[in-house]
């Protein structure tokens, strides 16, 4: 009977055991976007320099939509240069990077692309509805969108040149 | 005089039913109660509904739009899962593995309660055993050396 109650305690701590295992295991912050592999949402927007922009516009190009503030220190301050360096790099190439500045106001904005010279068209999401379509829940998060205008890939954190060069690549 | 306070105490209570009744159904409401539902992305555990950041109210801003444009709460709720997946929805969908996340609570509820039972009932059973055998009769040898023993003691 003992060995019988024994055996039980240790059957039922198992599974408990194994739930805590697999949730240390993964990152809560990690949430897998359902929009990878799909149409990439459309977007109309006005930049900073007060031209105006649309994926449906950019159809047939590879398009680098990337979300980020000026207050996401120091993540968005890490990427800024790599992301113009692929700007710079890759545009005649026919590859468009677009910058999405969310939750943030007009002036620090333009002092963070003053302040890393990005020249890559920026714009801002006063109402945060082309962050909500994306499923944006932090910044900074980098969608890689393919000609055919399907998200390829979505990157949430900081990119590094490494990961850029690999999924423009993977897209040109 | 008494019938006219009668009719005013009814007019104002149809008239506080049918205020409380139209701010039910009112768009606001309906944002807030679909909100409720609604994991906000950048909060720990907190509703779209309740939290105070600038992404929750955005969210607030476009199920209402939404809702102002004729849109019904399931379609709200299908938009908002296709973009952030079913983890945006505080409770899961009554569906599949899901169904686990709704029943492994009142299984275990049930299990405790059994096992609860099953050992009062085995702590009374073995309780009356002991007092059965409190009331029988003791051995004769022990009652007259306890009885001589006692007499010593009187001594």
Redesign the interface.
């Known amino acids: 009977m003992a060995t019988w109650k024994k055996l039980s305690l240790l059957l039922s701590i198992i599974p408990i055991l194994l739930l805590l295992a697999y949730g240390f295991k993964t990152n809560p912050r990690e949430?897998?976007?359902?929009?990878v592999g799909r149409q990439a949402?459309p977007f109309a927007m006005t930049m900073f320099d007060g031209s105006s922009n649309s994926l449906e516009a950019l159809r047939g190009k590879p398009v680098v939509l990337n979300f980020w503030a000026s207050w996401c220190f120091p993540a968005c301050y890490e990427e800024a240069p790599y992301l113009e360096a692929a700007w710079q790099a890759y545009r005649d190439r026919g590859l468009i990077v677009i910058g999405v500045d969310i939750?943030d106001r007009d002036a620090d904005a333009k002092a963070f692309i003053e302040r890393f010279k990005l020249s890559f068209p920026n714009a801002p999401d006063p109402?945060?509805?082309i962050?909500?379509?994306?499923?944006?829940?932090?910044v900074p998060e980098t969608f890689f969108i393919k000609r055919d205008g399907t998200i390829h890939y979505k990157h949430v954190g900081a990119l590094d040149a490494k990961v850029l060069k690999a999924k423009i690549d993977e897209m040109l | 005089m008494r019938k006219t306070f009668l009719a005013l105490l009814i007019a104002g209570v149809l008239v506080a039913a049918w205020a409380s009744a139209a701010l039910a159904g009112s768009l606001e409401e309906q944002t807030l109660r679909l909100a409720a539902e609604l994991r906000c992305p950048v909060c720990q555990n907190l509703s779209v509904a309740d939290s105070p950041s600038e992404m929750a109210t955005q969210m607030r801003g476009l199920i209402h739009e939404k809702l102002k444009n004729g849109e019904s709460p399931e379609q709200i709720r299908s938009y908002f899962v296709s973009r952030y997946g079913e983890w945006v929805l505080l409770a899961p969908t009554r569906q599949g593995f899901n169904w686990l996340a709704w029943l492994l609570p009142f299984v275990a509820i049930l299990g405790g309660g059994g096992i609860i039972v099953v050992t009062i009932r085995r702590s009374i059973r073995r309780g009356q055993k002991s007092n059965a055998d409190a009331s029988r009769p003791l051995d004769p040898r022990y009652t007259s050396r306890l009885d001589a023993e006692l007499k010593e003691e009187e001594r």
């Not at chain 1, 962050?131 to 932090?138: H, P, R």
């Open positions: 949430v897998p976007s359902p929009l949402p939750q109402q945060g509805k962050t909500i379509d994306y499923g944006v829940y932090g």
